[in-house]
């Protein structure tokens, strides 16, 4: 994935299709995996959808289904909204045609971890959003299927804000921002302080193992904090307390987070770039950024 192209001026194709019925969803699915198979240099149409719909597919298609990939969409999304991001950037470069050229017809797990909860469904819809940023340099069509059923009129309404081929599609940014002015909980008096300019990692390691962490996933924490600590520079301080059974550290860096991207955008090793906040999003249950009236702080939670 490279550096996200200048908005409108993508040719990222970035589709809806909503549906409350099977036959809904074949009237919008057959003609969209039919203008993928008549696309020129593209290889053919994949879907990644809900097991059902897949059988409304090969029942319709009959012999035809065979040209079209079909996986279900609990063996794509397998982990959070950054993890998907990261599946979708190595999936277009391991098998999509010349500039990303590809049709995806894709069905995220409403039913599943995606909307599970307000927290998980608010980050799965800036991963709708941000979408449009992070894969505009992207020839890639995509037709992003929600089931009414399983959606829900909420976070069909959310979703369609992140799609432009929608009446009510907003700037990408200015969604993330309406998430990230979303305040987060107090840290609890008991959290335990490492202070700057950076937490170490034998610390953070050996407190994760007092929580309850496991020595490998207490050594993987300890890597996406203070691989974040050195992406976000100088840091004023850490914080780190248990929340149930997930480890949260958070820390509050002397500058600002500028980039509303950072972290989403996979790093470049020939150009120099770590794995900072990137390897902290692919590991971390949530990282979220805030800034507020006492300075920024960057929140991480694993398990």
């Given at each position: 994935?490279?550096?996200?192209?200048?908005?409108?001026?993508?040719?990222?194709?970035?589709?809806?299709?909503?549906?409350?019925?099977?036959?809904?969803?074949?009237?919008?699915?057959?003609?969209?995996?039919?203008?993928?198979?008549?696309?020129?240099?593209?290889?053919?149409?994949?879907?990644?959808?809900?097991?059902?719909n897949?059988?409304?597919?090969?029942?319709?298609?009959?012999?035809?289904?065979?040209?079209?990939?079909?996986?279900?969409?609990t063996?794509?999304?397998?982990?959070?909204?950054?993890?998907?991001?990261?599946?979708?950037?190595?999936?277009?470069?391991?098998?999509?045609?010349?500039?990303?050229?590809?049709?995806?017809?894709?069905?995220?797990?409403?039913?599943?971890?995606?909307?599970?909860?307000?927290?998980?469904?608010?980050?799965?819809?800036?991963?709708?959003?941000?979408?449009?940023?992070?894969?505009?340099?992207?020839?890639?069509?995509?037709?992003?299927?929600?089931?009414?059923?399983?959606?829900?009129?909420?976070?069909?309404?959310?979703?369609?804000?992140?799609?432009?081929?929608?009446?009510?599609?907003e700037?990408?940014?200015r969604?993330?921002?309406?998430?990230?002015?979303?305040?987060?909980?107090?840290?609890?008096?008991?959290?335990?302080?490492?202070?700057?300019?950076?937490?170490?990692?034998?610390?953070?390691?050996?407190?994760?193992?007092?929580?309850?962490l496991?020595?490998?996933?207490?050594?993987?924490?300890?890597?996406?904090?203070?691989?974040?600590?050195?992406?976000?520079?100088?840091?004023?301080?850490?914080?780190?307390?248990?929340?149930?059974?997930?480890?949260?550290?958070?820390?509050?860096?002397?500058?600002?987070?500028?980039?509303?991207?950072?972290?989403?955008?996979?790093?470049d090793?020939?150009?120099?770039?770590?794995?900072?906040?990137?390897?902290?999003?692919?590991?971390?249950?949530?990282?979220?950024?805030?800034?507020?009236?006492?300075?920024?702080?960057?929140?991480?939670?694993?398990?």
């Open positions: 994935m490279t550096v996200p192209a200048a908005p409108g001026s993508s040719p990222f194709d970035h589709r809806m299709a909503v549906f409350g019925s099977d036959d809904e969803f074949l009237a919008q699915a057959l003609p969209f995996l039919a203008e993928g198979l008549a696309a020129r240099h593209e290889p053919p149409p994949v879907v990644i959808a809900a097991p059902g897949l059988d409304l597919l090969r029942d319709a298609l009959g012999p035809a289904a065979g040209d079209i990939g079909l996986l279900p969409h063996e794509w999304y397998t982990g959070s909204a950054a993890n998907a991001i990261a599946q979708g950037a190595g999936y277009l470069a391991a098998h999509a045609g010349p500039g990303g050229r590809i049709h995806l017809l894709m069905e995220p797990v409403w039913g599943g971890r995606a909307g599970r909860s307000p927290r998980e469904t608010a980050e799965w819809i800036r991963y709708e959003a941000l979408a449009n940023l992070l894969f505009a340099p992207q020839a890639t069509t995509a037709l992003c299927a929600y089931d009414t059923r399983v959606a829900g009129a909420a976070i069909v309404a959310a979703a369609q804000r992140t799609h432009p081929d929608c009446a009510v599609y700037d990408p940014l969604i993330a921002a309406e998430l990230d002015a979303v305040p987060l909980p107090a840290p609890p008096g008991s959290a335990e302080r490492i202070p700057g300019p950076a937490p170490a990692a034998g610390a953070v390691r050996t407190w994760a193992t007092v929580q309850g496991a020595p490998a996933e207490a050594d993987v924490f300890a890597t996406a904090v203070t691989e974040a600590a050195a992406a976000l520079g100088p840091v004023d301080r850490a914080l780190l307390w248990a929340d149930g059974p997930a480890c949260v550290c958070e820390l509050r860096p002397v500058r600002r987070v500028e980039d509303p991207l950072a972290g989403f955008v996979p790093p090793p020939a150009a120099g770039q770590d794995r900072g906040l990137w390897f902290a999003r692919q590991v971390c249950a949530y990282v979220d950024v805030r800034d507020e009236p006492g300075g920024t702080s960057v929140r991480l939670q694993y398990g």
